[in-house]
């Protein structure tokens, strides 16, 4: 028996977006929070680990199939350019410059991912509409976090400058190759797969420039035991499994637009629990963001045809597999997948 949807929720969309805009917009805090007394690279290894573990398990007692080693293969890739150089990069360069810069040069993905997905993924050139778009979003973020002083005064801020933009490209490559790679259908358990792939290589680089040797467990204090624990179950285990859901159903594009709103949401956040001030630039920077992410999201809209799944539903009701998927401009695409967003 099959049937036919012509595209997820609007509901179940929006709810994934929220989570990708706001919790990740948070989470920058958490990670300045989380490596006061953490080393970066093991405590992000911590964090992917055990949030993966925790999806394993449940997505196997749900029913997915054993991964193939293929499949091992394809999260290994994925999770190394994801985690490993995009977020560990991000990581590690909050050492040394303020999460406020962090954000706008991991704002840098979202032209990374249009260029990537030009090159290297649907082929579609980019519209002067999008373009635009795009560089409307990368002036109001700059308008957002500008700032008098770079980094923290010294040598290593322009080299952690650096280290966010090859980790946003990292981002940008793993985003859009895992559209097409040979993943489970389940999306837990393929999330699930990449982060426990790359919280094992962020453990050992870890390990490899010595952060075992420097780690005072004496040292470790409450808070960043609670930042920690916030990044694992709102970072990873909710926005991450959202994020990677929406890349199934949605334009690369559109879901590049948190890199976006991330900045506005750490800033207010900021304002809202550690009194920092308001100053009137921010709203006429978050209006112009908002602005960009209207032109990037209609642009998007306009060029995607609409998504036609064909469910195989067996005797109770479920659905275990997808007969048929195209996405996009009636190309083949990577299966969307069919239990839950995860979000």
């Known amino acids: 028996m099959s049937t036919a949807r012509s595209e997820p929720g609007r509901l179940r969309i929006l709810s994934a977006f929220a989570a990708v805009y706001i919790i990740w917009g948070s989470t920058y805090l958490a990670i300045r929070l989380a490596i006061e007394t953490l080393p970066p690279f093991l405590m992000a290894s911590i964090r992917f680990v055990v949030a993966g573990g925790v999806l394993y398990l449940w997505a196997r007692v749900r029913g997915a199939r054993a991964p193939s080693l293929g499949q091992w293969r394809s999260a290994t890739i994925v999770g190394g350019l994801l985690l490993l150089c995009g977020n560990g990069g991000v990581v590690w360069a909050e050492q040394y410059v ?62 952690a400058a650096g280290v966010v933009v090859v ?32 919280g094992v290589l962020l453990g050992v680089v870890g390990a490899a420039t010595g952060e075992l040797r420097v780690f005072d467990l004496s040292a470790l204090s409450l808070r960043s035991l609670l930042a920690l624990a916030y990044l ?13 859901w929406l890349l199934r159903v949605q334009p690369a594009a559109r879901v ?26 921010t709203a006429l920077a978050a209006t112009v963001i908002v602005f960009s992410v209207g032109l990037i999201t209609r642009e998007t809209g306009v060029r995607r045809a609409p998504v036609r799944v064909a469910v195989r539903l067996d005797s109770a009701g479920e659905a275990p597999g997808l007969a048929e998927t195209r996405v996009g401009t009636g190309s083949p695409a990577a299966a969307l997948p069919t239990t839950s967003a995860d979000s």
């Open 98 to 159: 303020p999460s406020g810069i962090a954000a706008l040069l991991v704002a840098t993905v979202s032209l990374w991912i249009v260029l990537v997905d030009w090159g290297f993924g649907d082929r579609r050139r980019p519209t002067p509409l999008l373009w635009l778009g795009l560089a409307v979003g990368l002036g109001g973020v700059g308008l957002l976090v500008a700032h008098d002083d770079f980094g923290y005064g010294d040598a290593g801020g322009l080299v």
């Open 167 to 198: 980790a946003a490209l990292a981002w940008a490559s793993g985003s859009i190759y895992s559209r097409t790679a040979a993943l489970p259908e389940s999306p837990r358990l393929a999330t699930a797969m990449e982060m426990l792939a790359g």
């Open 232 to 244: 694992i179950v709102f970072g990873a285990l909710i926005a991450y499994p959202a994020y990677v």
């Open 256 to 281: 590049a637009t948190y890199s976006y709103v991330n900045p506005a949401v750490a800033l207010f956040l900021g304002w809202a629990l550690a009194d920092e001030p308001l100053a009137p630039r």
